[in-house]
């Protein structure tokens, strides 16, 4: 059997990579095509040349123009102009089973997402957010035109009923109509419910797999070490957050920095460390945060990444949009509680006061009574048993098996 990933771009930690590596202990022939890898002399993880990338380049641009007139506030909206095609590649040839994860950013376009299509082998869309199924953006917040017809999208300043997400709603209903060799993957129950209910994707083939993640390498460590390592005294709590853009409209900073400077106004927790990581220094996020602060920067080692974690006493999640974040699973298998709002794909991870919180959605006051409970009552992380990496992996093969077997 063999596999073949594309993803956008791989490194170390990008799912791709994790699902590949979990293939290959398993004896599947896995390999990953991308647009520009991290990953330099593995035979099996091989990127596009140099025309590969100037069409992104220029696809990049065209995009930015287009979606010139979007409110930030609702996140990324995708219109994918122009892209590579892949279908012609060796390794995409040869391969039994074609997995798409993240693909945009000019890396693949509707067209050549048909001439996979066109090679008649099972496609299984690993989802990561909503993209794939509306008219562009990657999450609809409140808005469920996904289930009807995408128009008029509230992430542009103009009203018009036939705009960019109405064109490419109708563009994919048109491309996914014709296929049959199309299955979905969602990692989170949300995002699969989503996935039913959506018009493009309601009379495909849907299931349900979550996130896969290495124990081996996520796990804990002697906490006191770990701040060590980091410079961080024994004493200080640490509370560490990872984005890497904290300013996302995606990852809820304004609210986290509320929490904070309530848990501020408590003379119980005063000797409080923050640690980002993912991003790297901000003066302004700096000075708006009521404590000592290290920012870690972008982290490239997934063992780097553990330590932050094992340094942690506490890991916050403010995310408003989300599918079934990595950073939650990781904290977890490395032994620290996690505090997010209830949204999204969130609450799969999070049982409630046991390993973590789930605080009121955009509920800045209850994220900081989830801090608080979080420390008061030594929780600890850990990871729910339908996140074990085996059973994740035989779903995977299953799944492989039923679709190549039709």
């Known amino acids: ?34 647009l520009f ?37 609702y996140g990324k909206f995708s219109y994918p102009v122009l892209g590579s095609d892949v279908s012609t590649i060796e390794k995409v040839q040869v391969a039994d089973v074609i997995y798409i994860h993240w693909v945009l950013n000019g890396f693949l376009n509707l067209n050549s997402l048909e001439k996979l299509f066109q090679l008649g082998k099972p496609i299984i869309f690993f989802l990561h957010d909503m993209w794939t199924f509306t008219g562009g953006c990657h999450y609809s917040f409140t808005c469920e035109k996904y289930e009807t017809e995408c128009n008029n999208c509230q992430i542009f300043r103009k009203e018009k009923v036939k705009d960019l997400a109405y064109k490419e709603f109708h563009k994919k209903l048109k491309l996914f109509e014709k296929y049959d060799n199309l299955y979905f993957v969602s990692p989170s129950k949300w995002l699969y419910n989503c996935t039913k209910k959506a018009v493009l994707t309601k009379d495909k083939p849907t299931f349900h797999i979550p996130n896969y993640l ?19 005294n024994d004493n200080e709590t ?23 400077e309530l848990l501020k106004k408590d003379e119980k927790y ?11 220094y901000n003066k302004e996020v700096a000075e708006r945060i009521p404590f000592r602060t290290t920012f870690a920067g972008f982290l490239t080692s997934e063992y780097a990444t553990t330590l932050m974690y094992n340094a942690a006493d506490v890991f916050l999640a403010p995310s408003l949009a ?4 990595y950073t939650i699973l990781e904290s977890e298998y490395c032994g620290t509680p996690v505090v997010a709002f209830n949204t999204g794909g969130i609450p799969d991870l999070i049982e409630h006061k046991q390993n973590g919180y789930l605080a009121n959605y955009k509920d800045s006051n209850d994220l900081a009574v989830g801090i608080k409970y979080c420390l008061d009552n030594s929780i600890k ?19 492989i098996n039923q679709i190549s077997s039709q």
């Open 214 to 232: 290495d124990a081996k390498i996520f796990k804990p460590c002697d906490k006191m070490v770990a701040k060590g390592i980091l410079n961080i």
């Open 238 to 260: 640490v509370i560490a957050f990872g984005a890497v853009s904290i300013d996302s409209p995606y990852k809820g900073w304004k609210y986290l920095q509320k929490a904070l």
């Open 37 to 73: 890898s991290d990953i330099e002399g593995q035979e099996r993880i091989t990127s596009l040349g140099k025309k590969g990338r100037y069409i992104a380049k220029i696809t990049t641009g065209i995009e930015t123009y287009l979606t010139r007139n979007t409110k930030a506030e």
């Open 322 to 325: 989300d599918n079934l974040p």
């Open 381 to 399: 992380g850990y990871a729910l048993p339908e996140f074990d990496g085996a059973a994740i992996m035989n779903k995977h093969l299953n799944l």
């Open 1 to 34: 059997m063999k596999v073949i990933h594309l993803q956008y771009g791989t490194s170390e930690a990008s799912f791709a990579n994790r699902l590949h590596k979990a293939f290959l202990n398993l004896g599947v022939g896995s390999s990953i095509l991308s």
């Open 270 to 280: 005063q000797n409080i460390h923050i640690l980002i990581f993912g991003s790297g």
